[in-house]
C-alpha cells in the first residue's frame, strides 16, 4: 500500500510540504494548484497507507507526516541500496584505472 501511495507524484509532494510542519488542506491546496477534492483524495490514500494522520483543530483538520512507514519502507529498501552502492564503487575504482 505504501508503494502505491508513492507512485503518485502529487503524493510525495504532499508528504514534502508535510516534512515542514503539519498543514490544513488549504495550504496544501495552496501549495499544490491543484483542487481541494483532489487533495483530500490523496490524503485519503496517504492516510490509509499510514503516511498522514490528522488532527482537528477548532475548524479545521492538520495534517502531519506519519515515519514509520517510511522507516520500513528504508529497511526494506537498505540492501538494494548497498548494492548500488558498491556498483557505484566498481565503477569509481575502474574510472580511476583508465588512462
Avoid at 507524484?9 to 495552496?30: K, T
Avoid at 479545521?60 to 517510511?70: D, F, N, S, T, V
Avoid at 529498501?77 to 584505472?97: G, I, K, Q, V
Wanted: hydrophobic share 40%; glycine share 2%; net charge neutral.
Amino acid at each position: 500500500m505504501v508503494f502505491e501511495a508513492l507512485a503518485e507524484p502529487n503524493r510525495r509532494r504532499i508528504l514534502d510540504f508535510l516534512l515542514e510542519r503539519e498543514r490544513p488542506v488549504h495550504d496544501l491546496v495552496d501549495l499544490l494548484r491543484v483542487s481541494q477534492p483532489a487533495v483530500s483524495k490523496h490524503l485519503r490514500v496517504l492516510r490509509e497507507a499510514g503516511l498522514v494522520t490528522s488532527r482537528v483543530d477548532a475548524q479545521r483538520r492538520l495534517y502531519r507526516l506519519q515515519a514509520q512507514p517510511l522507516r520500513q519502507l528504508d529497511d526494506w529498501l537498505a540492501p538494494y541500496r548497498a548494492t548500488w552502492e558498491s556498483r557505484l564503487d566498481a565503477l569509481e575504482n575502474h574510472l580511476e584505472e583508465m588512462p
